[in-house]
């Protein structure tokens, strides 16, 4: 007897609840990755005898690579099957983050941690493509913050138990044992995530006007996809990509430079660095998640997306702009407490930050959108450490003028995600209307 549509629903949806907590797990471990360096930098800078200017290099020399990587990999995966994409770049950023545990000099470190941001480079289009092909409009807040939630518990475990692990037992075992163990995620991976077999499959829901621009045929299905130029005739695209670029430089200045302003700046212990970095990235991640459930219940409310993600996002920026400053000017224990408060804002920013990317590109252009997107985004990422570095330099080591940067472009991505980006609603994309239209 053949399953009920119902039957088969739920079956799907079962499977994609396996998929989702993979995808949280995968973002975990992309994210304790990424941001072991910076819990290991005060042992770093002694132990090679860096500069600011050398350590802010190799704390930024990740995001180089991830943000140059970024359209190729989106690119790849409305192209090829994202199951497979995923599973490559996971084992890539494995074994480079193994690797930096055997490197012994500034050139083989700063070569680890560049290949470390090509195999990373695949997480978010992969990410997105699977939300926006499998998840509906009124799930993605929720599916996406369980995601966030995964990558700001990385730098939660990875900051603290890392950073008491590192203190104790040196930063190398560390590194390496983190790489070899993460491979294992990639059985459970391979036997759940099923295959996608039609990678530019249609999205119905879409109704803006259609535009004209160059498209893609998949090679799989037949159809055209959008190709770059049709997306970046949009304004929302260039306001998702300025919106990003601000988000990105807080968040990498949150990641790399506050364990050693903790650290130097305010001469915290490595375990009491660890304690408050911890606890300001569980305060993120639960806030994530909270924020993420509200804005889809707020929408079955009847809400508008445009609203509610819009919202969520703009007000998250400007409460990281408001804590700023006051991080660095307030005693000891306000300080503490402002870190928590940052951290919550980055929460409540994120656990939209990809639903509006996603409702916007469809599952037609998600990978290529978030592709572009991360690209531009990862840009401010990058600069973010190198430009701390270089004003730590030019000031003597002075703090203040760094989080002011910070503070004055998270309000200008506080007015990006406002005002730049237009409606939260689907593109209907010319390729789209042409395909149509042959086959009508």
Do not use: H
Not at 36 to 55: C, G, H, Q, T, V
Not at 264 to 274: L, T
């Amino acid at each position: 007897m053949p399953a009920t549509p119902s039957a088969k629903r739920s079956q799907t949806s079962r499977v994609m609840l396996r998929v989702l907590i993979l995808l949280a797990l995968s973002a975990f471990i992309n994210f304790v990755d990424r941001g072991n360096l910076s819990a290991a930098a005060p042992l770093l800078k002694s132990e090679l005898a860096l500069s600011d200017f050398r350590l802010g290099i190799l704390l930024a020399a990740f995001f180089w690579s991830y943000a140059f990587f970024q359209i190729a990999s989106g690119w790849l995966v409305d192209r090829l099957d994202v199951k497979w994409m995923l599973a490559a770049g996971f084992f890539v950023w494995s074994v480079a983050t193994a690797a930096t545990g055997l490197a012994g000099s500034f050139a083989l470190l700063l070569a680890a941690r560049l290949v470390l941001g090509v195999g990373e480079s695949v997480v978010y289009p992969s990410y997105s493509k699977i939300l926006a092909r499998y998840f509906p409009e009124d799930q993605r807040g929720l599916a996406n913050s369980i995601i966030i939630t995964g990558f700001y518990a990385g730098p939660a475990f990875g900051l603290f138990f890392g950073g008491i692990l590192m203190g104790r037992y040196g930063w190398r075992s560390f590194f390496l044992v983190l790489g070899l163990i993460s491979l294992l995620w990639l059985l459970p991976w391979l036997q759940w995530m099923p295959r996608d077999e039609n990678p530019a499959s249609d999205d119905s829901s879409q109704t803006r006007r259609p535009q004209k621009a160059a498209a893609t045929k998949d090679p799989r299905s037949g159809e055209e996809t959008p190709g770059i130029l049709e997306i970046l005739k949009l304004r929302s695209a260039w306001g998702t990509c300025a919106a990003l670029a601000c988000l990105d430089y807080f968040s990498y200045f949150f990641l790399t430079w506050m364990p050693t302003y903790l650290v130097r700046g305010r001469n915290f212990s490595m375990d009491q660095m660890a304690s408050v970095m911890g606890a300001a990235y569980v305060s993120c991640a639960l806030v994530a998640a909270a924020c993420g459930w509200l804005s889809d219940r707020w929408i079955v409310g009847g809400a508008t997306p445009t609203l509610v993600r819009k919202g969520f996002t703009s007000v998250g920026m400007a409460g990281a702009a408001v804590f700023a400053v006051p991080c660095v000017l307030a005693g000891p224990r306000l300080a503490t407490v402002m870190v928590v408060l940052m951290a919550a804002s980055l929460g409540v920013c994120s656990s939209n930050v990809w639903a509006i990317t996603q409702t916007l590109a469809g599952p037609r252009a998600a990978g290529r959108w978030t592709g572009i997107q991360n690209f531009v985004g990862n840009v401010g990422g990058a600069v973010a450490p190198a430009l701390t570095g270089f004003v730590l330099g030019r000031t003597g080591g002075q703090y203040f003028w760094a989080f002011a940067i910070t503070a004055a472009v998270s309000l200008l991505g506080a007015f990006s995600w406002a005002f730049w980006i237009g409606r939260v609603e689907p593109v209907a994309w010319a390729s789209q209307a042409r395909t149509k239209a042959v086959s009508s």
